[in-house]
C-alpha cells in the first residue's frame, strides 16, 4: 500500500508471484549485506572507535531488519551482528575469546537491548494492529450510517410525494 522499506526499494518484497521463502530468503541476504557492510565501515576506524559507537551501529542495523523483514530477520541480524561484534571489533581479534571480561558485559547488554526492543516493536505493532482493526470498524459503521441516512431521506422524499399527491384536490 506505498510502504517504503529497503527490500522493497530494490524490488524484493514487491514481486507478488514469488513465494513468501524467496522474499524471506531475499531478505535475510540482504540484511546480512548490510551488516557486513557496516562491519566493514566499521573496521576502518576499529583502532578509534568506541564500544559504545559499535554496539550503536550494529543495533541500527538490528533495529532496520527487524522493522523490515520482522521477527525472524531481526533476530538472524542480532546473531550476526553479535558474532561481528565479537570476532572483529573486540580484542583478541579473530576470535570469539574476550582479552577484557568486561566486554561480556558490554556484548550482553547489547543483546539486552536488542532483544527488549524487538519486544516493544512487536507489542507496538500488535497495539497498531487493534487501532488499525477500529478504524476499519469505524468506517463500516460510518458508511452504515450514510446508508440509513439515504434511505431516511428517500422515505422522507417518497412520503412528501405521497403526502402531496394525497392533498391534491383533482
Excluded: C
Amino acid at each position: 500500500r506505498g510502504t517504503w522499506s529497503p527490500t522493497s526499494a530494490w524490488g524484493i518484497a514487491s514481486l507478488p508471484d514469488r513465494p513468501a521463502w524467496r522474499r524471506d530468503a531475499a531478505r535475510f541476504a540482504w540484511h546480512a549485506a548490510v551488516l557486513a557492510g557496516v562491519t566493514a565501515l566499521l573496521l576502518l576506524g576499529r583502532g578509534r572507535l568506541d564500544k559504545a559507537h559499535v554496539a550503536l551501529a550494529y543495533l541500527l542495523v538490528v533495529l532496520l531488519a527487524a522493522a523490515d523483514g520482522g521477527r525472524r530477520v531481526g533476530l538472524a541480524a542480532a546473531g550476526g551482528a553479535f558474532l561481528a561484534f565479537n570476532w572483529f571489533m573486540l580484542p583478541p581479534y579473530g576470535t570469539l575469546r574476550l582479552a577484557d571480561p568486561l566486554d561480556w558485559f558490554v556484548l550482553a547488554a547489547f543483546l539486552a537491548i536488542v532483544g527488549l526492543l524487538m519486544i516493544v516493536g512487536a507489542v507496538s505493532l500488535a497495539e497498531l494492529g487493534r487501532v488499525n482493526q477500529r478504524s476499519e470498524d469505524l468506517v463500516q459503521l460510518q458508511r452504515k450510517i450514510a446508508a440509513y441516512r439515504q434511505i431516511q431521506q428517500d422515505t422522507t422524499a417518497q412520503l412528501y410525494s405521497v403526502a402531496s399527491a394525497l392533498l391534491v384536490p383533482q
